[in-house]
């Protein structure tokens, strides 16, 4: 751990094809950069120019440090090639506590002093191992947001750098500190947003997603469309960050119309019953990768 006053923070993540597949990623890597003390990214050789537009942003950001992968185009196994590409990334960081924002995700400008503060309460006591995020899940265009419990409200994404912990998937951590069973990160709320654009960019976009995504996780990809329980959805009435401007004004869908006739699936039925159970009893029936201890 350092021995200087102030947390160091590392910031890292995964990349392959981003160009291609509509990510956000330049903007999203411009939103940590004044949080981090570095930012370590995995980037993986890939069919477009996003290796490029990475060192041409290393070129002019100091802070990059950019590690050259091949990823196993063989591992079909339940998106374990996210994994180990996360890992690659976090097992350079450097800093006391690591920061993984993936290629859709942003941070808003406003809040970065709060997680600079988060971090700050927090890093004196090692009961607390994660800060979790509240997250705004756009849907179908920028007007719009998931809320309804298929969506997980909040994920830890800063984790300290100094204890044992690994990803079985792109999504979370799992710490060992036993001797063969993981559990969840013990954490604190970092009274912040994560913005993730995901299902808001191009459709043309979201198909080549859809279908590399597929391609990892072994099953066939859908042919892709905006289509959600309008129950599911709430209007979005805040500000996006300043840095999302140009990709939300070329690379995401203009405008989404929820359909009041859609048709649900199952799994909507079940999640739209939580919501029901959630309004009554004031219950969070999200799925949680972490523990809250403060």
């Avoid at 984790?159 to 036993?178: C, E, K």
């Avoid at 905006?226 to 869908?253: K, N, V």
């Amino acid at each position: 751990m350092s021995t200087a006053a102030r947390a160091v923070i590392s910031g890292f993540t995964f990349l392959r094809n981003g160009v291609k597949l509509g990510f956000p990623f330049e903007a999203s890597i411009r939103s940590i950069l004044p949080l981090v003390d570095e930012f370590v990214i995995a980037l993986g050789a890939g069919e477009d120019d996003t290796v490029a537009r990475i060192h041409t942003l290393a070129a002019t950001e100091p802070k990059l440090r950019i590690l050259d992968t091949r990823w196993n185009e063989r591992m079909a196994e339940r998106g374990f090639v996210y994994a180990q590409q996360k890992m690659i990334a976090q097992y350079a960081c450097t800093g006391d506590w690591a920061f993984y924002l993936e290629g859709d995700e942003v941070l808003h400008e406003s809040e970065l002093a709060a997680i600079r503060g988060a971090v700050d309460r927090h890093h004196g006591n090692p009961a607390v191992e994660a800060l979790v995020f509240d997250y705004l899940h756009f849907y179908g265009s920028p007007q719009w947001l998931a809320v309804s419990p298929a969506w997980y409200r909040r994920e830890c994404r800063l984790i300290r750098n100094t204890i044992r912990s690994y990803a079985p998937d792109g999504q979370f951590w799992v710490v060992m500190d036993r001797h063969r069973q993981g559990r969840h990160p013990k954490a604190a709320l970092a009274n912040a947003h994560i913005y993730h654009y995901g299902h808001v960019r191009r459709l043309d976009y979201m198909q080549a997603k859809m279908d590399q995504v597929s391609k990892y996780w072994s099953h066939q990809p859908p042919k892709m469309r905006y289509s959600i329980d309008p129950q599911a959805l709430r209007p979005f009435d805040g500000t996006h960050p300043a840095c999302m401007a140009d990709w939300l004004a070329h690379d995401a869908e203009p405008a989404f119309t929820p359909d009041p006739d859609h048709p649900l699936t199952r799994r909507e039925r079940k999640h739209r019953h939580a919501m029901r159970l959630e309004r009554w009893f004031g219950w969070d029936m999200s799925h949680k990768h972490y523990t809250l201890v403060a």
